[in-house]
């Protein structure tokens, strides 16, 4: 395996009551979430918000760690209909002896993938780039294409490009600046933002969402709705907010949030949340949240050695979480960076959230990172991700990213050139599907137990590497005794490595019998890792969880194909990129 660091057993408990009504899975809890004081929202996975949201009570001068509440005050039973059950925290877990893995991506040997080549994106005599810096890069299943949304010339407009592969981009002749591929009308000037598509739009001019920000200080930014993604309309001025500002859809809670940059400890961000897109632009002074900036745990640059700071979240629904990356600006500032030509270092690190505002990291490494003034690198610094991070391909994650390279041989700062924003490109970066963390067992078995699950599927599959080894399921009641046939000993060991594994028992291949019970799943593993689990409607494993930015095969925003998306990537016949995490 790659990449790879290690934590401790953990173990946690949980109780409480609950009511089911019928295998629709309409219930009640009463549990610790209530006794905390929690008697808001109830999400999709069981956990209750405080009636005062979004919460108030981030400290600006706290330095410690973002608490995430629903680690402390865990759900009594944790429903699992949506998406695959991933292991990047103890939501799940209530007891372990298998050692927590956390990986990262690895980076594409053909980086970059996309870079200045048109002279829209070679800017004339100011700075060049095609770079992502937000944006945004879906699949389209209607016309199954990728779509890209990114930023052409530094501090210039937006562009849009299409692909089969992810690999290889056309750039088509659009009428929006004729004879190039500019969507972004021509009298705006483009600093940041990202594209949405809402496929749930019942309006046909709203099906795409564009929030962005010019370049300048504390300005109001713009909300935007397209048809098309090309020409855009329903000009919304914003409220205030610092540059590198972006957007993101939680569909958990069907929210459009804004991720706003602020100025505590530093660089920093504040929250803004509606339920209407263009009407929610409008926030006033006061309005937005404190909510996330860079803290004691975030390591210094071993040679710049300043104290780290927080340039941007973005976030983008995956599976049954909201999964973020949040970018570490480590410097220098910028009058240093002009005066060498070179860019700023940010880093890319991993942040997973499952009420969509408390950010849990667990692993501070960078999980892409700038390749530190390395002489040829594209991507020596100033790395920054996706708006949506990532598309999925089958068995595998791809992350995008920009990079610059930068020109030590041009410090001068006329007309917006500097080196340090010279050469912006754009690269992928691979990660095994579901593979931020993994449970791994050696030589002798280890097990992990489920806290009460609730689940209405059909089918138990898993994401594991046990070729060589094996795992083994069994499902236990809410006091912890095996429920026949779902036992140990009859389940047919998983010895394969694969994303997306069924599990089987002698005498059962369905466990619709216990769907609407509160029931507990031990793995039993030994040589093997388990990236996640879930309980599936039908036999093609779908998760009925969020895709990011999808990929081929996939019909809309959630698995709801199963193995057809597998099948379809395997037709596409794109060289398989070597994954992290497999066997």
């Not at 935007?224 to 907010?241: A, E, K």
């Not at 957007?247 to 961000?269: A, Q």
């Not at 006061?286 to 909510?291: A, D, K, N, T």
């Not at 609730?454 to 006091?479: M, T």
């Amino acid at each position: 395996m790659l990449g790879l660091i290690s934590g401790a057993d953990m173990k946690g408990i949980g109780r409480g009551v609950v009511a089911v009504m019928g295998v629709g899975l309409a219930f009640s809890c009463l549990g610790v979430e209530e006794a905390a004081g929690n008697a808001g929202e109830r999400l999709y996975n069981g956990i209750v918000l405080p009636k005062e949201w979004p919460p108030r009570t981030v400290d600006p001068k706290d330095t410690s760690p973002m608490a995430a509440p629903y680690l402390e005050n865990r759900p009594a039973h944790v429903p699992i209909d949506v998406g695959r059950q991933l292991f990047v925290d103890d939501f799940l877990v209530e007891t372990s002896s298998l050692k927590r893995v956390f990986h990262r991506p690895e980076k594409y040997a053909g980086n970059p993938v996309l870079k200045p080549e048109t002279p829209l994106e070679l800017n004339g005599t100011f700075d060049d780039s095609a770079v992502v810096k937000g944006g945004g890069l879906w699949w389209d299943p209607a016309e199954q294409i990728f779509k890209l949304w990114y930023e052409a010339g530094w501090l210039k407009t937006i562009a849009y490009a299409t692909s089969r592969d992810g690999l290889h981009w056309e750039r088509p002749a659009l009428d929006v600046n004729p004879g190039s591929n500019q969507v972004l009308p021509p009298d705006l000037v483009y600093d940041s933002g990202n594209v949405v598509p809402d496929w749930d739009a019942t309006d046909p001019l709203q099906r795409y969402k564009l929030f962005f920000r010019k370049p300048g200080g504390n300005i109001p930014g713009m909300s935007l709705t397209s048809p098309d993604g090309i020409h855009w309309t329903n000009r919304v001025q914003t409220g205030v907010c610092g540059d590198r500002s972006t957007m993101f859809y939680n569909p958990f809670r069907k929210k459009w949030v804004y991720s706003l940059r602020s100025g505590f400890r530093g660089r920093s961000r504040d929250y803004w949340e509606s339920d209407e897109f263009l009407a929610g632009a409008k926030w006033k002074q006061g309005g937005p949240v404190r909510w996330a900036a860079a803290d004691r745990d975030d390591p210094k640059d071993p040679e710049i050695q300043r104290v780290p700071q927080l340039y941007n979240v973005d976030a983008v629904a995956y599976e049954s979480i909201m999964l973020g990356f949040f970018e570490i600006h480590h410097g220098p500032e910028n009058d240093v960076c002009e005066k060498k030509g070179l860019p700023k270092i940010t880093d890319l690190n991993f942040a997973y959230s499952r009420d969509g505002f408390h950010w849990d990291r667990p692993d501070r490494r960078a999980h892409i990172a700038s390749e530190r003034w390395a002489r040829d690198a594209w991507d020596r610094g100033y790395v920054q991700p996706l708006g949506n991070l990532c598309t999925v391909r089958g068995d595998t994650l791809w992350f995008y990213y920009s990079g610059f390279r930068g020109d030590p041989a041009k410090t001068n700062r006329v007309n917006q050139l500097n080196g340090m924003h010279q050469s912006g490109a754009t690269g992928v970066a691979f990660l095994r599907r579901d593979g931020f963390a993994s449970l791994e067992a050696g030589g002798e078995v280890g097990t992990v137990t489920t806290r009460p699950v609730i689940f209405n599927g059909s089918r138990v599959f898993v994401n594991a590497a046990a070729k060589g080894g094996e795992l083994r399921v069994e499902i236990l009641d809410e006091a912890g005794q095996p429920v026949a046939p779902y036992t140990l000993a009859n389940c047919r060991p998983v010895a394969v490595d694969s994303t997306l594994a069924p599990v089987v028992w002698d005498g059962a291949e369905e466990v619709s019998a216990l769907r609407g019970k509160p029931v507990r799943l031990r793995f039993s593993l030994r040589q093997a890792a388990l990236y996640a689990f879930w309980v599936s409607r039908d036999a093609t494993g779908r998760s009925d969880g969020y895709v990011a930015g999808g990929g081929p095969g996939f019909t809309g925003v959630t698995d709801t194909v199963g193995r057809a998306a597998l099948e379809a990537e395997e037709r596409l016949n794109v060289n398989p990129p070597v994954v992290p995490g497999h066997r």
